[in-house]
C-alpha cells in the first residue's frame, strides 16, 4: 500500500530515477524502504506532491546527491569478512612485492567505501607487512554519498565501531579522544585519499590498480549494471590485479572475463591464472 502522497506511478519515477543514476535496484521486497525514504524527505521539505519533489530532484545535480545521500545504505565495520583480509596479507600482498618494480607504487581501490572502515582496514593490513611502508602504497576510496566521505575523511569512530580491532592495532593504528572515540593517526589517513564517484557512470580518470574491493555493492544492482560495473574493474587492473565482492555476492554466470579462487575457503577474483 502506498502512502497517499506517493502514489504508485510517482513511486515508480524515483525507482527508476535512482536505478538510472546509481545501479541501485529496489526489488518488491524492498520497496518499502525507498517509499519510507522518500516521504520522509517530503516532509523534511514540507512537500505534499511527490511530483514536485520529483522534478527538484531530477532537475537539479546537488538535489540529487542529496537524494542518492539518502536512499543508500551505509553499513560497514572494520575487516569485515576477516578472511578477505587474511588473504590480502598473508597471500597476496608478499605475491606483490616479489613482482613490483622497485619504488613501484602498491595501487588499491576502495569502490563504495561508506563511511571509511574498508579502506582503512586495508591500510592496516599493507602496513602489517613489514615489507610495506606508508608511501608504498597508495589507496583510492570512492562512494556516491557525500555524508559518508565525510565521516570517512574525519576518520572518527566510536568504541563500538572498533569490535574487530585487536589492542595491538588499535594502539598502533589510533589515537584516543576520550573513552569510547578514537582518531586514525595521519600516516593511516595520508594512504587514502577519498572521492566522490558513481560506479556505474563512465569514468576515464583513475589508473590501473593492483586490487580492486567492491564489497556488498553488488546486492543492490542488477545483472546488467554488475556486468558494466565489474567490466570497467577489468580495465582497470593490472594483468596480474585481484577483485573481491562481498561474500553473499557472485559473478556466477554474468559475462565477465575475470577468474575465480577459492583458497583457505577465501573466495576472490583475478585477471588471469599466474597470480600466486
Same mark, same amino acid.
Given at each position: 500500500m502506498y502512502d497517499t502522497k506517493l502514489s504508485e506511478y510517482s513511486f515508480l519515477m524515483f525507482k527508476d530515477l535512482v536505478y538510472k543514476e546509481s545501479g541501485i535496484f529496489f526489488t518488491d521486497n524492498n520497496d518499502t524502504i525507498l517509499k519510507f525514504r522518500i516521504t520522509s524527505l517530503m516532509d523534511s521539505k514540507s512537500i505534499d506532491d511527490s511530483k514536485e519533489l520529483y522534478k527538484i530532484i531530477s532537475s537539479d545535480k546537488k538535489e540529487l546527491r542529496l537524494f542518492l545521500d539518502i536512499v543508500t545504505t551505509n553499513l560497514t565495520k572494520f575487516f569485515r569478512t576477516i578472511k578477505h583480509f587474511e588473504i590480502l596479507k598473508k597471500r597476496i600482498l608478499p605475491t606483490i612485492i616479489k613482482k613490483r618494480n622497485k619504488n613501484e607504487k602498491i595501487r588499491i581501490w576502495s569502490a563504495g567505501c561508506s563511511t571509511g572502515e574498508e579502506p582503512y582496514s586495508i591500510a592496516m593490513a599493507c602496513l602489517e607487512n613489514e615489507d610495506i611502508s606508508p608511501s608504498d602504497v597508495e589507496i583510492l576510496a570512492t562512494d556516491i554519498s557525500y555524508k559518508s566521505l565525510e565521516v570517512a575523511k574525519n576518520a572518527i569512530y566510536d568504541i563500538a565501531k572498533l569490535e574487530n580491532i585487536s589492542n595491538r592495532c588499535l594502539n598502533r593504528y589510533f589515537d584516543m579522544i576520550d573513552s569510547r572515540t578514537y582518531k586514525i593517526k595521519d600516516h593511516i589517513r595520508n594512504m587514502i585519499s577519498f572521492e566522490y564517484d558513481n560506479l556505474?557512470?563512465?569514468?576515464?580518470?583513475?589508473?590501473?590498480?593492483?586490487?580492486?574491493?567492491?564489497?556488498?555493492?553488488?546486492?543492490?544492482?542488477?545483472?546488467?549494471?554488475?556486468?558494466?560495473?565489474?567490466?570497467?574493474?577489468?580495465?582497470?587492473?593490472?594483468?596480474?590485479?585481484?577483485? =573481491? !565482492?562481498? *561474500?553473499?555476492?557472485?559473478?556466477?554466470?554474468?559475462? +565477465? #572475463? =575475470? !577468474?575465480? *579462487?577459492?583458497?583457505?575457503?577465501?573466495?576472490?577474483? +583475478? #585477471?588471469?591464472?599466474?597470480?600466486?
Open positions: 556505474i557512470h563512465e569514468n576515464n580518470k583513475y589508473p590501473y590498480f593492483d586490487i580492486i574491493f567492491c564489497r556488498n555493492v553488488f546486492i543492490y544492482f542488477d545483472n546488467q549494471s554488475i556486468e558494466l560495473t565489474v567490466n570497467k574493474f577489468y580495465d582497470i587492473l593490472k594483468d596480474n590485479g585481484y577483485l =573481491f !565482492i562481498g *561474500h553473499s555476492e557472485s559473478l556466477f554466470g554474468l559475462d +565477465t #572475463k =575475470f !577468474i575465480f *579462487h577459492n583458497i583457505d575457503d577465501t573466495i576472490f577474483y +583475478t #585477471k588471469n591464472n599466474g597470480v600466486f
